[in-house]
Antibody, heavy 120, light 107 residues
């Protein structure tokens, strides 16, 4: 059974950089696309970025300049880095497996989510 | 970005009712649409992909229809576990975008 688990700090100060890791069990991260998404009361569900072992990646344009996503196949993990945080980045952050077949995509497995609060 | 608009925003219904939730895309997206169910404190769960295809393990009372700009999610006979918030999402192009959600609660 595929499982994803986010980890990282729950509280980060404004202007700092958020680093989150998603640990995957039950499947090799080399074989799929993987995404980060977030959900806040103000903006609803928002896709942040996806990445693939091949190096293929894509980012949501408003966040692109602040986001980096990486993979560690030896640990079967992938990570999100989001810089220059503001209160608007306060949200529940999710990692998700991204199925991309032909032109179709979907998020079929999700982590439980991690609440990140940006506050001094 | 492609705007996704759901209606209604909230809906009250009873066990056994047939419920239809609508999603409209701001431009043509063919059949590149997913539906998700989310319960409080939980991650979204994929129900439907490709506008009409039922995700493995999802009960057959859930069905999706539509193409182009107008889509529906139908629950044929509501069960107690179906009371949740439902989201549509376009996968036609990045950035992938979601509707604002439809909260389904018990009448």
């Amino acid at each position: 059974q595929l499982q994803l688990q986010e980890s990282g700090p729950g509280l980060v100060k404004p202007s700092e950089t958020l680093s989150l890791t998603c640990t995957v069990s039950g499947a090799s991260i080399s074989n799929y696309y993987w995404s980060w998404l977030r959900q806040s009361p103000g903006k609803g569900l928002e896709w942040i970025a996806f990445t693939h072992f091949s190096g293929s990646s894509d980012y949501n344009p408003p966040l692109k300049s602040r986001v980096a996503i990486s993979m560690d196949t030896s640990r079967n993990q992938f990570s999100l880095s989001l810089a220059s945080l503001t209160a608007a980045d306060t949200a529940v952050y999710y990692c998700a497996r991204t199925i991309r077949t032909g032109d179709e995509s979907s998020f079929d497995y999700w982590g439980q989510g991690i609440l990140v609060t940006v506050s001094s | 970005d492609i705007q996704m608009t759901q209606s209604p925003s909230s809906l009250s219904a009873s066990v056994g009712d047939r419920v239809i939730i609508t999603c409209r895309a701001g431009q043509l997206i063919s059949s590149y649409l997913c539906w998700y169910q989310q319960k409080p404190g939980k991650a979204p769960k994929l129900l439907i992909y490709g506008a009409t295809d039922l995700q493995s393990g999802v009960p057959s009372r859930f069905s999706g229809r539509g193409s182009g700009t107008d889509f529906t999610l139908t629950i044929s006979s509501l069960q107690p576990e179906d009371f949740a918030t439902y989201y549509c999402q376009q996968t036609y192009t990045t950035p992938y975008t979601f509707g604002q959600g439809t909260k389904l609660d018990i009448k």
